[in-house]
């Protein structure tokens, strides 16, 4: 059957499609809280089975949140790995929303037509149900070109154990896989759409300042008037946060930027190419920012948001917070950092820098909690499953732009880390308000995003196979 039959079997499925996508949007799957995890990994799990996969969920421990695992065997040569995330933000101010934040609500806003408004509909539980209703559809038809293993994970918004333990613990299970396939909304709002060779890695942890360490309040927060005789464990800690950073904001914690690596010819190459259709004025209004800190060209900037880590000061905590004034010497400050890491920064390495850092100025009283890390992860333009996106997203008209780095993090490192394949990962489709109250996606590229997990599918068994597929 080819690809254009299957895009009309799509329209045809279209409404039955819709409806399972907004029954499961409607269940919460608050990554933070629980709310709705289990249930919603049951309706996937269900879905899955429906599709006469072989699954089963896994905790990596008693409070993580399952990850679904299927399989799917039709015979074909070729074996990929689904990944696709369930888990979504909390919704923040109820009042912000013009819409329930699971009511899963179709509403006409201009210029877009219709969307959907639901907390996770763009961030990207949307995707992974129309990435796996688009499998459902080349099942029913016997088309489907590649055996699948599905990992579909609630942990990813929190940076949970479940999937990289999953993954590790079943290497010869998946040892089969020949790529890894990631989908996702990735049209911006004129239409062009991204694809990366490449993410960066994320570093988390907290850094606390504690009084009993040091002659500062050690049974909770006392009158500011002694702040004259006791130390302040705020103040500790901003000093500290400080010496973290250079007078531009960019990292300058000893020895980092000596590990860092030089991005290669080709690298260089795309980001120039990149460069050309990078809509800076566009991107920083999405930012809802006036300027970038750094000046430069389009390319300049580029090059610096892709190539080079960052430190970010996520959350401070200490003392009073509350409207009003409370004079109050805190016995407790702690700060929540994120470091964007490249390559060849590890993520342990980092965390090492970290801690050598502030003990070589004195702040051995710090302490560094640890979260789980995301190490960086690459892939080549030339292998297969980078070729099979760009003509799948080819076939529907569009010259995606290829970046060969992105800023964010995920755990694709899961392919080239752990199993040792390459990975892809784009679509068509369009939202916007990604963890903001009214997230939202377009009803009508939600079904193109369909299509295009189709053509790349079959992109994928062409170039894969080295056969032209009609």
């Known amino acids: 059957m080819v690809i254009e039959q299957l895009h009309r079997e799509i329209d045809r499925d279209w409404a039955k499609h819709l409806r399972i996508t907004r029954e499961i949007l409607r269940i919460p799957s608050v990554s933070s809280t629980g709310e709705g995890i289990q249930e919603t990994a ?132 998946l040892s089969d896989a020949d790529a890894g396939f990631c989908f996702d909304y990735s049209e911006d709002s004129n239409g062009q759409v991204d694809i990366a060779l490449g993410i960066k890695g994320c570093v988390t942890f907290d850094l606390i300042a504690e009084g009993k360490d040091r002659g500062g309040p050690s049974e909770g927060p006392v009158h500011s008037s002694v702040s004259v005789i006791l130390e302040s464990p705020v103040i500790r800690l901003v000093k500290a946060l400080s010496t973290l950073f250079d007078e531009n904001q960019d990292p300058a914690v000893d020895g980092m930027n000596e590990i860092v690596r030089k991005p290669t010819a080709q690298e260089l190459e795309l980001t120039r190419k990149l460069s050309k259709r990078f809509d800076m004025k566009g991107y920083l209004e999405e930012c809802g920012a006036k300027k970038f800190k750094v000046k430069g060209t389009e390319e300049e900037i580029l090059r610096k948001y892709l190539f080079e880590p960052s430190i970010n000061i996520a959350g401070l905590l200490s003392g009073y917070t509350e409207d009003g004034y409370s004079t109050i010497l805190p016995d407790k400050a702690l700060a929540k950092v994120d470091i964007r890491v490249v390559p060849d920064l590890t993520t342990e390495g980092t965390r090492e820098l970290v801690r050598k850092h502030l003990d070589q100025r004195g702040f051995t009283d ?22 099979a996106y760009i003509k799948g997203i080819k076939f529907h008209g569009k010259d995606p732009k290829i970046w060969p780095m992105m800023a ?21 489709g369009f939202g916007g308000r990604a963890h903001a109250p009214n997230e939202f996606a377009v009803v009508s590229t939600m079904k193109d995003f369909e299509k295009s997990v189709v053509s790349i599918f079959c992109k994928y068994d062409e170039v894969a196979s080295k056969k032209p597929n009609t």
């Open 42 to 173: 049951d309706a996937l799990e269900k879905l899955l089975k429906g599709m006469g996969a072989k699954t089963k969920q896994f905790r990596a421990t008693s409070k993580s949140h399952p990850l679904v695992y299927g399989h799917l065997d039709v015979g074909a040569k070729h074996t990929g790995a689904v990944y696709g995330m369930y888990d979504v933000q909390p919704i923040g101010d109820p009042e912000a929303w013009e819409q329930p934040p699971f009511g899963a609500t179709i509403v006409k806003k201009k210029p877009f037509g219709e969307i959907l408004v639901n907390r996770g509909v763009y961030n990207s539980k949307g995707a992974l149900l129309g990435s796996t209703l688009a499998v459902q559809t080349m099942l029913d038809k016997g088309e489907l070109p590649v055996n699948l293993h599905f990992l579909l994970e609630g942990e990813e918004e929190s940076g949970g154990a479940s999937l990289p333990t999953f993954v590790k613990k079943n290497k010869k299970l």
């Open 366 to 387: 710090i302490k560094i909690t640890r979260y789980p890390d995301y190490p960086w992860s690459k892939v080549p333009l030339e292998a297969d499953i980078t070729q």
């Open 408 to 428: 964010g993090s995920a755990p694709m490192f899961i392919f080239d880390d752990i199993l040792g394949i390459p990975y892809g990962g784009t679509g068509l």
